[in-house]
């Protein structure tokens, strides 16, 4: 059974920085890639960053590039989301998903719920 668990997210004010964590069991970060989603209330959900594991590439969204660093520790099975220079527009619930980096893009879920956590809350105070 597949699980992602993610961790890190808070309240926060704007200009703060917040690192989210997932971890997976189940999988192998190593053998795929981590993802990570957002859906702020009231909107649709939105692809944020990508780190595919077979060659390493990165993607990041219009709005996250500049601000937000993905990175990974494969020894931990874990992945990262640093957010620097966060604002109250970053609000949303943040979630891990370990879907190709093409369907983060075009903000797809290809493999599905079962391939995603459950979300963790980042609220940016003005």
């Known amino acids: 059974e597949v699980q992602l668990v993610e961790s890190g997210g808070g309240l926060v004010q704007a200009g703060g920085s917040l690192n989210l964590s997932c971890t997976a069991s189940?999988?192998?970060?190593?053998?795929?890639?981590i993802g990570w989603f957002r859906q702020a209330p009231g909107k649709e959900r939105e692809g944020v960053s990508c780190?595919?594991?077979?060659?390493?590439?990165?993607y990041y969204a219009d709005f996250a590039k500049g601000r937000f660093t993905i990175s990974s520790d494969y020894t931990k099975n874990a992945g990262y989301l640093l957010m620097n220079s966060l604002q109250p527009e970053d609000t949303a619930v943040y979630y891990c998903?370990?879907?190709?980096?093409?369907?983060?893009?075009?903000?797809?879920?290809?493999?599905?719920?079962?391939?995603w956590g459950k979300g963790t809350l980042v609220t940016v105070s003005s």
């Open positions: 189940g999988l192998r970060f190593d053998d795929s890639a």
């Open positions: 780190l595919s594991a077979s060659d390493g590439s990165r």
């Open positions: 998903a370990a879907e190709p980096c093409w369907a983060v893009e075009r903000n797809m879920a290809y493999y599905g719920s079962h391939y």
